[in-house]
């Protein structure tokens, strides 16, 4: 389970988090959305370590993100907005490397990869460097690296950017099954008709706050609308 409280964020004269507070629960997929600018991917780099808040907490299975880092980094796995790979390193090298990150070896780890690069479709290029690798291979390569060590919380940022159809639903069936197992994932996504077919809860930003959150239905018949789209137009204020 991930939790954020009253987090507040400023870069200089820009407010980036206003006092964003939501809890993504165990066995759901929870859609964080909101219109370009409005704290997305900050929300995500103070969960997943990279960034501290000025001010409030994000939890990750209870733990605090600051004071046992280490130890959230252990229970999450994540696709960050950023996914450079090495270019001398083969797909299958960069996904061995990361389950190395988390203390994984031997023939486990080896079963493990295998089982990433069949599922994601990486056989045809996971011997080959990474150099050249076109957008939809780098977010394949990504994927499997923030899967590989099976973790309970899944910190999922555009993933289906730049994956043609077959792909993006192989990625929703892993998001699904991965929900069915129990576990948590945090999805942020701009494609209104994806969130709509694998998000179970949904947190709307805007402005560094949150507007709105619940259940898909429970939201258009908060606002009135029976458009996805419209709903999101509706309480972010017209922004996309």
Known sequence: MIQT?????????????????????DGQVT???????????TVLRIIYTVMRPDSGSARVDGLDTITNRREVQRRIGVLPDTRGLYPRLTAREHVRYFGRLHGMNGKDLERRIGELIETLGLTEFADRP???????????????RALIH?????????????????SSRVVHGL??????????????????????????HIVIISGGRVVAQGSIDELLSRTGE???????????????
């Open 150 to 166: 099976e973790p309970r919380n899944l910190l999922l940022d555009e993933p289906t950017n730049g994956l043609d159809l077959a």
């Open 5 to 25: 409280e009253n987090l507040h964020k400023r870069f200089r004269t820009v407010t980036a988090l206003d006092g964003i507070g939501f809890t993504a629960r």
């Open 130 to 144: 990474a150099k050249g690798f076109s957008k939809g291979q780098v977010r394949k390569v990504a994927l499997a």
């Open 226 to 240: 029976d458009d996805l789209e419209e709903m999101f137009l509706s309480v972010t204020g017209g922004e996309r």
């Open 31 to 41: 859609g964080l959305i909101g219109p370009n600018g409005a704290g997305k991917t």
């Open 175 to 200: 998001i699904r099954n991965i929900r069915d197992q129990g576990r948590c994932v945090l999805f942020c996504s701009h494609l209104m008709h994806e969130v709509a077919s694998i998000c179970d």
